[in-house]
């Protein structure tokens, strides 16, 4: 009864989130990277051509992050950010990179808030943008949460990372002789949840939202996935 009852469909996706920390009385150095994949083909059966699983992505999403500080006080340190976010089959279409200094508040091992008032942004549209590639100086704000919870006798483990960027003003581009805006506020909200049934492996959610004018794609972008993860 199915508008299709031929078809068959193949889907794979991937989620990854990794960070490696060096922490000592008076340094930190805290580096993070975050990758999401997902591919998705359905074959009708009815002689129509369909691309490669491969070739069918739905979800490609890359975040890399380097923070590194000096204490000048056990919560509270001076810091330096970069920070890089694209995809990997659209490399730098759109892309953001981002440098900065300011300070971070470190209240516990598991949470990391970033307040970085003077920071440089470099935006890349991509093809078919509005405008070319530009760049601002604004505010550079993100959060770290990352957490291991027993329950049961079972790992319950969070990764959680908002990141943001305020401009201080938006810079403007030539397109066509007239000078065009481009509004560089931009928000990212990833999130991965697990839960261990046995020996490190499970079952998790990973979820996010995006918001990025710049971007081709000016809407609100979401994900979400359910699937098997295991935690080393």
């Known amino acids: 009864a199915a508008p299709n009852p031929t078809s068959s469909s193949t889907a794979l996706g991937v989620g990854l989130a990794a960070f490696a920390n060096k922490m000592s009385d008076k340094t930190m150095?805290?580096?993070?990277?975050?990758?999401?994949?997902a591919w998705q083909k359905v074959d009708l059966n009815?002689?129509?051509e369909v691309k490669d699983l491969f070739d069918s992505g739905t979800l490609d999403l890359l975040n890399l992050s380097s923070l590194y500080g000096y204490?000048?006080?056990p919560q509270f340190a001076i810091t330096a950010l970069g920070e890089f976010n694209s995809s990997i089959s659209n490399f730098l279409e759109p892309a953001t990179a981002d440098i900065g200094v300011g300070g971070t508040w470190t209240p516990n091992t598991n949470l990391t808030v970033v307040v970085h008032p003077l920071n440089y942004r470099f935006a890349w549209a991509g093809l078919g943008a509005p405008v070319d590639a530009t760049s601002a100086?604004?505010?550079?704000?993100?959060?770290?949460y990352n957490n291991k919870y027993n329950i049961a006798g079972k790992d319950f483990g969070i990764s959680s990372t908002l990141t943001s960027f305020l401009p201080y003003s938006n810079p403007t581009s030539?397109?066509?002789g007239v000078d065009v805006e481009s509004d560089l506020f931009e928000y990212t909200w990833l999130n991965t949840i697990s839960f261990e049934v046995w020996n490190g492996i499970g079952v998790g959610v990973g979820f996010g939202l995006r918001g990025a004018d710049f971007e081709i794609q000016?809407?609100?972008?979401?994900y979400y996935n359910?699937?098997?993860t295991y935690t080393l």
């Open 29 to 37: 150095f805290r580096n993070k990277g975050l990758l999401n994949l």
């Open 46 to 48: 009815n002689g129509t």
């Open 71 to 73: 204490r000048i006080h």
């Open 137 to 144: 100086v604004g505010a550079k704000l993100r959060a770290d």
């Open 174 to 176: 030539l397109v066509n």
């Open 218 to 222: 000016d809407e609100v972008q979401s």
């Open 226 to 228: 359910l699937g098997l």
